[in-house]
T-cell receptor, first 115, second 109 residues
Framework: DTGVSQDPRHKITKRGQNVTFRCDPI?????LYWYRQTLGQGPEFLTY????????KSRLLSDRFSAERPKGSFSTLEIQRTEQGDSAMYLC?????????????FGNGTRLTVT | GNSVTQMEGPVTLSEEAFLTINCTYT??????LFWYVQYPGEGLQLLLK?????DKGSNKGFEATYRKETTSFHLEKGSVQVSDSAVYFC????????FGAGTRLTVKP
């Protein structure tokens, strides 16, 4: 169990550029989640996958955001035409099964700074 | 909708003091409840959990009891240490996990 891995750890980009983040969940975890966390706030749910199917998306996930998990393993989160308000820590988490009592295992996050 | 409200911080305590961080929830259905901790420079880690009413979760001297009648899951520790300084998040999980805003705890020697 190597834990949830996220890449990159930090990303600085200029407003209007596109960025893509990658998450590798714990192997054999079938659920994968994306959250966003801003300073002084708790993580806000963005979306989650069960295997390759995207089952739920938050209204926070505007049309500039897209997430994929094409083979049910790693996932990518893309933000197009970044805005300064997108600056945040983007967290990925995975869980071993879809039951409601499963804790989520979090990665260390990707910190995005939009200048 | 499902949501969690937790005590605003920051909380500053002296070593060996008693800690309570309040957490209440609103949920449709029967959520599982969690406390996560985020130490400086680290990712979120599960601290403890409870999956049904009257369950008590415990770990590292921390405890929380799932109280359905008061929709609460307050975090307690009898004697805090400097190493407990961190941000604590209450969370509930039904289809996805929803977090409170976090409570920053600082323990002074």
């Amino acid at each position: 169990d190597t834990g949830v891995s996220q890449d990159p750890r930090h990303k600085i980009t200029k407003r209007g550029q596109n960025v893509t983040f990658r998450c590798d969940p714990i192997s054999e975890h079938n659920r994968l989640y994306w959250y966003r966390q801003t300073l002084g706030q708790g993580p806000e749910f963005l979306t989650y996958f069960q295997n390759e199917a995207q089952l739920e998306k938050s209204r926070l996930l505007s049309d500039r955001f897209s997430a994929e998990r094409p083979k049910g393993s790693f996932s990518t989160l893309e933000i197009q035409r970044t805005e300064q308000g997108d600056s945040a820590m983007y967290l990925c988490a995975s869980s071993p099964r879809g039951e409601y009592n499963s804790p989520l295992h979090f990665g260390n996050g990707t910190r995005l700074t939009v200048t | 909708g499902n949501s969690v409200t937790q005590m605003e911080g920051p909380v500053t305590l002296s070593e060996e003091a008693f800690l309570t961080i309040n957490c209440t929830y609103t949920a449709t259905g029967y959520p599982s409840l969690f406390w996560y901790v985020q130490y400086p420079g680290e990712g979120l880690q599960l601290l403890l959990k409870a999956t049904k009413a009257d369950d008590k979760g415990s770990n590292k001297g921390f405890e929380a009891t799932y109280r359905k009648e008061t929709t609460s899951f307050h975090l307690e520790k009898g004697s805090v240490q400097v190493s407990d300084s961190a941000v604590y998040f209450c969370a509930l999980h039904i289809t996805d996990m929803r977090f409170g805003a976090g409570t920053r705890l600082t323990v002074k020697p």
